[in-house]
């Protein structure tokens, strides 16, 4: 099967393609980064050698499983603004994004290095953060730059325009 020279060379259709399933990756990436991070430790307590009681902490558990539900809308909003085109769907994929990196910022990071009574019990008790804070900074970062991607490449018009 030969293509004709129409069909080998379409001008502008590979680099919509590319960026219209390129940010839809981004963005499913970052929606479900932020879903798993629920279920990662948040950060922990060591005491010398020792982490003790309650010196480790969930990363959904200290939000209240916020970015869960953020990750789960993400989903059919991602599907609606890439594929679809949606320009609604794109804001709130960029204001989705907005709140996990908020979530992330302002209510998990200042939290990451404090003892609480931990530290109070202990003299050497220090507070380190761990692998989900690092999951759900990239999940939401990710996000960010999928939705502003969106916004800007406008990736669900791939149909060919008419010319005059």
Request: hydrophobic content about 50%; overall charge positive; proline content about 6%.
């Given at each position: 099967?030969?293509?004709?020279?129409?069909?080998?060379?379409?001008?502008?259709?590979?680099p919509?393609?590319?960026?219209?399933?390129g940010l839809?990756?981004?963005?499913?990436?970052?929606?479900?980064?932020?879903?798993?991070?629920?279920?990662?430790?948040?950060?922990?307590?060591?005491?010398?050698?020792?982490?003790?009681?309650g010196?480790?902490k969930?990363?959904?558990?200290?939000?209240?499983?916020?970015?869960?539900?953020?990750?789960?809308?993400?989903?059919?909003?991602?599907?609606?603004?890439?594929?679809?085109?949606?320009?609604?769907?794109?804001?709130?994929?960029?204001?989705?994004?907005?709140?996990?990196?908020?979530?992330?910022?302002?209510?998990?990071?200042?939290?990451?290095?404090?003892?609480g009574?931990?530290?109070?019990?202990y003299?050497?008790?220090?507070?380190?953060?761990?692998?989900?804070?690092?999951?759900?900074?990239?999940?939401?970062?990710?996000?960010?730059?999928?939705s502003?991607?969106?916004?800007?490449?406008?990736?669900?018009?791939?149909?060919?325009?008419?010319?005059?």
């Amino acid at each position: 099967m030969a293509a004709t020279a129409s069909e080998t060379h379409v001008p502008g259709r590979v680099p919509r393609l590319l960026a219209r399933y390129g940010l839809l990756v981004v963005l499913v990436a970052g929606a479900v980064l932020l879903v798993v991070a629920e279920f990662l430790p948040l950060y922990e307590i060591r005491t010398i050698t020792a982490v003790p009681a309650g010196g480790h902490k969930s990363t959904g558990a200290h939000h209240g499983y916020a970015l869960l539900i953020v990750g789960l809308a993400m989903l059919p909003m991602a599907a609606g603004a890439v594929r679809g085109g949606s320009r609604p769907a794109a804001f709130a994929l960029l204001v989705l994004s907005l709140i996990a990196l908020f979530v992330a910022l302002a209510i998990d990071l200042p939290d990451l290095n404090e003892t609480g009574l931990i530290g109070r019990t202990y003299d050497q008790a220090e507070a380190r953060p761990r692998v989900g804070f690092f999951i759900e900074t990239l999940g939401a970062t990710l996000a960010l730059l999928g939705s502003i991607g969106t916004l800007l490449f406008k990736p669900g018009s791939t149909q060919a325009k008419p010319e005059r």
